[in-house]
């Protein structure tokens, strides 16, 4: 391993120790000051490479927030920030720990195997007392969350990708009428222009003020919430989740079965994404039918669901032709595309990792071309939250948790060791 790569290691290190709050992670100092979802996951992961202890210790965390109707929400305020908005007092969360209302891609139970498998016995012990409670997590999805069996999302921030052009036909039905005044955490941290428009952020916080008034009851959300997107983002990643969770689940000799019918059931549902016209899986508005003529990094993770779908190649081959790093969150060919906003047009680290691994297992050539982009990505510009496609430039926060974790688990030289 080369000189830089072990300066790498040590500074993706070094990234996880500033922001690891004890019990649990943070994304990055100012920007993101409570514990996310599925940026948790990856960090456990991260952790994993040399700390497998504190790995289980940030799983066990993430899963003490959850509700008793098995949703893991996708933000966990342990402790309060005031500057930060929409924070617990907006959101007004029903769970053991202040949290948000809405779940995140479900990505932990793949994580919490990666780390099993790092130490097996010690898996099996710490992993034993959380297996019912995945499960559970899972069963939502799978009681809630479901059209034609595909996984929807009831507001942009549950898919991780907030701003994507998936949602704009959704979003753009929406009239955030009685939003208020609010003062945004985001836009005084990083440049305006590479987040969230007042336009979609307007209609953002009108979703979370429904879903206090309705006290997120599941039952009257299905009912009167007018955001519900069929995505391939949360059907992927429950889809490999359930498969990550049946391995375990196995290994610790408890039945299954029910995790076999939810496979079943996921994969009839990723049928349902793909787009003839578009030639690629799509985002689906669940309440009209309409498709969101979108080829984006999600569109790709079917590898990683366990779906070997070779017309896909051609589309991820057109893609990256366009750009010069990896895996663009958003189509470089389509008028929408914005090379440094947010989820429509740049390249985030963690996607490539889930898009790459897939077609890895799956033995495809252009997994390891993905890989490499990535590392190159981090050697010349370190671990931001997400990069421009066409020129590298980071964007978003800076030392981030998960690009640290994705660099310790997966992108550097001494994780294939």
């Known amino acids: 391993m080369t000189t830089e790569a072990h300066k790498l290691d040590a500074t ?26 599925w940026d948790s996951a990856f960090a456990a992961m991260g952790f994993a490479q040399y700390d497998v202890d504190r790995a289980w210790t940030e799983l066990d965390t993430l899963i003490s927030g959850q509700w008793d109707n098995g949703m893991v929400p996708h933000i966990l305020f342990h402790t309060i920030d005031a500057g930060y908005f929409p924070g617990p007092d907006v959101w007004g969360g029903t769970g053991p720990i202040p949290s948000s209302g809405i779940s995140q891609p479900p990505i932990a139970a ?25 499960v559970a997590w899972h069963q939502w999805f799978m009681d809630w969350r479901l059209d034609k069996g595909a996984v929807c999302i009831t507001h942009p921030w549950e898919a991780g990708r907030d701003n994507a052009p998936d949602w704009d036909g959704a979003m753009a039905r929406l009239d955030p009428v009685g939003v208020g005044d609010y003062t945004r955490r985001d836009t005084s941290h990083v440049d305006g222009d590479m987040r969230p428009t007042k336009h979609d952020y307007d209609r953002y916080v009108w979703l979370v003020q429904q879903g206090n008034r309705l006290k997120w009851d599941e039952a009257a959300l299905l009912q009167q919430n007018p955001f519900r997107v069929a ?43 793909w787009n003839d016209a578009l030639g690629s899986y799509d985002s689906r508005d669940a309440k009209t039918g309409e498709w969101a003529n979108s080829i984006s990094n999600a569109s ?65 050539k252009q997994g390891e071309q993905i890989r490499q982009s990535t590392v190159d990505l981090i050697t010349e510009q370190g671990f931001a939250e997400y990069y421009d496609p066409c020129d590298g430039t980071p964007a978003g926060g800076h030392t981030f948790t998960w690009t640290a974790a994705i660099w310790l688990g997966w992108a550097s030289p001494s994780a294939r060791v």
């Open 110 to 134: 793949t994580m919490a195997r990666m780390v099993f498998d790092k130490d097996p016995a010690m898996g099996a012990r710490r992993f034993a007392p959380l297996y019912d409670k995945f």
């Open 300 to 364: 790709f993770l079917c590898w990683y669901g366990g779906i070997d779908e070779p017309r896909m190649l051609d589309a991820l081959e057109l893609v990256m032709s366009k750009v010069s790093y990896g895996v663009p969150s958003f189509n470089p060919m389509d008028p929408k595309f914005d090379s440094k906003r947010y989820w429509r047009g740049p390249v985030w680290a963690v996607m490539n990792m889930l898009i790459s691994k897939g077609m890895n297992e799956m033995g495809i």
């Open 231 to 273: 995505d391939p983002t949360m059907t992927f990643t429950l889809l490999r989740a359930q498969r990550d969770l049946k391995a375990m689940g196995e290994s610790l000799g408890r039945d299954t079965s029910v995790l076999d019918k939810h496979i079943r059931t996921l994969e009839a549902g990723a049928v349902t994404l």
């Open 12 to 37: 993706a290190k070094e990234v996880l120790k500033t922001n690891d709050k004890g019990t649990y992670t943070i994304p990055t100092s100012g920007l993101y000051p409570y514990q996310w979802n």
